[in-house]
């Protein structure tokens, strides 16, 4: 992968993608079953004060619906979300896959299985939630978010930037010390999911079970790097906005996906029926998983 670079911002329309980036996706774009994976929040969608009220930026939502169309072509939201949150908020086309909660929960065809929390991790579970609600209740504006696979607290509404960031460090620690607890650092957010799961082992599975030869990953928070980190050399990984990261592109920001997506999109309908594809399988449940 070639090493990141920002794209410049056109507030005029849709944003062309930096040149390495173009060419990286209209090199993926050939590489058949091709795997395109997706962050969502501020990445598809933008980063809202309120959890409950985003949505994909619209242009984002169409350059999906064209991959999902497309033969050889599987789409999957990969989320921090809960599964049936991710569902509902991205509204996907048919055929998309979904993994939720950072990879604990995932519907990736008619064999999904539901997320089932042992007696254990129902005990955890409980434990985070009542530590994290005693911590939000101390400061205004903080929020715990209850997930089926543990608990986030957010604290993007909280005005005093010192407090929210004294408030985070302190749920990390007190999380991290709780049995069977797994705390993750996220945009304004300390994540305390009870099922181990990353990003990368999704990213990994999706891959087998799709038979993909190549991988498209783009996502913005510090838990997609976990992603990234799975991808090989002819895989493309995109950043969304600052930070630094194992992704070999960037872009500025969610509304700049869309034209990187569309790119992919134009170069996988223009190979069309030119050539065979390289292996069968494409949606799961075609292949097994290994
Ligand atoms: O993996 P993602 O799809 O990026 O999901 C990560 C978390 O996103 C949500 O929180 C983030 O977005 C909120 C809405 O924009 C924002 O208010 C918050 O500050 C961000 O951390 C979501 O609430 C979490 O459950 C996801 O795990």
């Known amino acids: 992968m070639s090493p990141a670079a920002d794209a410049p911002a056109d507030p005029a329309g849709p944003v062309e993608p930096p040149e390495a980036l173009r060419a990286a996706v209209e090199a993926l774009a050939v590489r058949r079953p091709t795997l395109v994976c997706l962050d969502f929040d501020g990445c598809v969608a933008e980063l809202a004060d ?17 991959l999902a169309a497309l033969d050889d072509v599987v789409v999957a939201y990969v989320s921090g979300r809960p599964l049936e949150q991710l569902r509902a908020l991205a509204a996907p086309p048919a055929g998309v896959l979904l993994v939720g909660s950072h990879g604990a929960e995932q519907d990736l065809g008619a064999d999904a299985a539901p997320l089932q929390l042992t007696a254990a ?19 205004d504006g903080a929020l715990v978010e209850r997930k089926p696979a543990g608990a986030a607290l957010h604290v993007r509404a909280v005005a005093d930037a010192a407090a ?20 993750k650092d996220g945009k304004m957010v300390v994540e305390v999911p009870v099922v181990h799961a990353t990003k990368g082992e999704a990213i990994r599975t999706l891959r087998r079970r799709t038979g993909a030869a190549a991988v498209f990953f783009a996502g913005d928070d510090v838990t997609d790097e976990q992603g990234f980190a799975v991808l090989g050399d002819d895989d493309v990984g995109v950043k969304v906005g600052t930070g630094e990261t194992l992704a070999g592109h960037r872009i500025a920001a969610p509304s700049d996906l869309a034209g990187v997506l569309a790119a992919l999109a134009a170069r996988a309908e223009a190979r069309g029926a030119d050539a065979p594809p390289r292996s069968t399988p494409t949606r799961p449940g075609a292949a097994p998983d290994a």
């Open 50 to 66: 309120d959890p409950a009220a985003v949505a994909p930026v619209p242009a984002n939502a169409a350059a999906v619906e064209r």
């Open 164 to 183: 929210a960031e004294a408030l985070l460090v302190e749920a990390h620690e007190a999380a991290a010390a709780v049995d069977g607890a797994h705390p």
């Open 121 to 139: 991790q129902r005990r955890t579970r409980e434990q985070v939630l009542e530590l994290l609600e005693e911590l939000a209740n101390r400061v």
